[in-house]
Structures are given as structure tokens and as C-alpha cells.
T-cell receptor, first 112, second 115 residues
């Protein structure tokens, strides 16, 4: 009965590969987010979707492509992985405007 | 640019004592929410406390309370009666409707609790 789940929790891959991280929320929320936490623990928004519609797209390389098949899922696909993509990626969701954002457990991506 | 600044990279506190974490932010908007999140070694992001900018009364959640100074754009977190389980990274963040409701985080403060 996890509220926001992410798979996988750990991902180790080689430079140049393509990988995906999946996120699902069972809270009935309309809005979902992807955040990146770098090696210095700094957290930054990447994308936000509201009811499957992209509403925030920060300055992120176009190798990163979010996809929302329905409002309960927001996946992150990354092409041509680079060393600098190594980070923890968090998915989050919220019901609407000012409500609390609920975070998933994070996915630690390591690019070798 | 809209920013959140946490000036203390690390704070140490004795068990049962009180520690205060500072946070300042910069925005020209008047309609926003402020948050403190805790991230223990498990890396799970846990909401500690939330403050609506339009409310003058400081939010309190059990041993956690904030000192919200809107004019000074300051939002400090006080942890009273510190417990070993409070050891974690703490992140201050705000959320602005005009910015698409994304959370903008500070750089974090690591809290160490000494037994």
C-alpha cells in the first residue's frame, strides 16, 4: 500500500545506455513531479505533470523525456546516459496547488 | 531569481537539547507556502512542517516549530528535546503558485544528535 513508488531503487549502468525509471502513485493525485538530487544533496525540479499534461519543464537536457500514460504514472526515460546524470531521482505527487507533495523513495542512478 | 538559502551546512545538538536551523528565501511573490523536509539516511523525503505565507501564526508540529518572519523572508526551524532519530538532512523549501507549484529547495543542513 505504498503511496508513491519508484522502480528501480538502484540502477547502475554504462555511459551511453538508455534507461527508464518508473513512478506510480495510488493517492489519486492530479500532479506529479520529478526532482534530481545531486551528489551535494541539492534538490532541483526537473518536470511536473498535471493530469498527464506537462506544466513544468526546467532546463533539462532533451536526453531526458518524461512520459505520463495516465495521471497515476510518470516515467522518466534517459537517453545516452552521461557520468553527470549520476544522482538520486525522486518522484513526487500532490493533489492540487498548495497541498503537500508526497515523495517516492528515490532511485539512485550510477553511470559508470 | 527565486532562491532558498540555508547558511548552516551542519549543526550538532546534544540529545534532549534544542537546535534551530536557519532559512532565508527570496521571492517577490506574496502567495506561497514554506516547508521543512527531513531526509534521514534512508533518503526518504519526509515533510516536517508547513507554513502558509498568509498566516501570521507560526506553525507547530509536536517538537518542531517555526519562526516565520515574512518581512525578513526568514523561516527557521526549531527542534526541541532533540532525539537520536532527528539526525538527518533538513531542507527548507517554498512553493509558489506563479512558478507552477514546484518546490524550490535550499542546500540543506545536516543535523547531528549526540547521545
Amino acid at each position: 500500500d505504498t503511496a508513491v513508488s519508484q522502480t528501480p531503487k538502484y540502477l547502475v549502468t554504462q555511459m551511453g545506455n538508455d534507461k527508464s525509471i518508473k513512478c506510480e502513485q495510488n493517492l489519486g493525485h492530479d500532479t506529479m513531479y520529478w526532482y534530481k538530487q545531486d551528489s551535494k544533496k541539492f534538490l532541483k525540479i526537473m518536470f511536473s505533470y498535471n493530469n498527464k499534461e506537462l506544466i513544468i519543464n526546467e532546463t533539462v537536457p532533451n536526453r531526458f523525456s518524461p512520459k505520463s500514460p495516465d495521471k497515476a504514472h510518470l516515467n522518466l526515460h534517459i537517453n545516452s546516459l552521461e557520468l553527470g546524470d549520476s544522482a538520486v531521482y525522486f518522484c513526487a505527487s500532490s493533489p492540487r496547488s498548495y497541498n503537500e507533495q508526497f515523495f517516492g523513495p528515490g532511485t539512485r542512478l550510477t553511470v559508470l | 531569481a527565486q532562491t532558498v538559502t540555508q547558511s548552516q551546512p551542519e549543526m550538532s545538538v546534544q540529545e534532549a537539547e534544542t537546535v534551530t536551523l536557519s532559512c532565508t528565501y527570496d521571492t517577490s511573490e506574496s502567495d506561497y507556502y514554506l516547508f521543512w523536509y527531513k531526509q534521514p539516511p534512508s533518503r526518504q523525503m519526509i515533510l516536517v512542517i508547513r507554513q502558509e505565507a498568509y498566516k501570521q501564526q507560526n506553525a507547530t508540529e509536536n517538537r518542531f516549530s517555526v519562526n516565520f518572519q515574512k518581512a525578513a523572508k526568514s523561516f527557521s526551524l526549531k527542534i526541541s528535546d532533540s532525539q537520536l532519530g532527528d539526525a538527518a538532512m533538513y531542507f527548507c523549501a517554498y512553493r509558489i503558485k506563479a512558478a507552477g507549484n514546484k518546490l524550490t529547495f535550499g542546500g540543506g543542513t545536516r543535523v547531528l544528535v549526540k547521545p
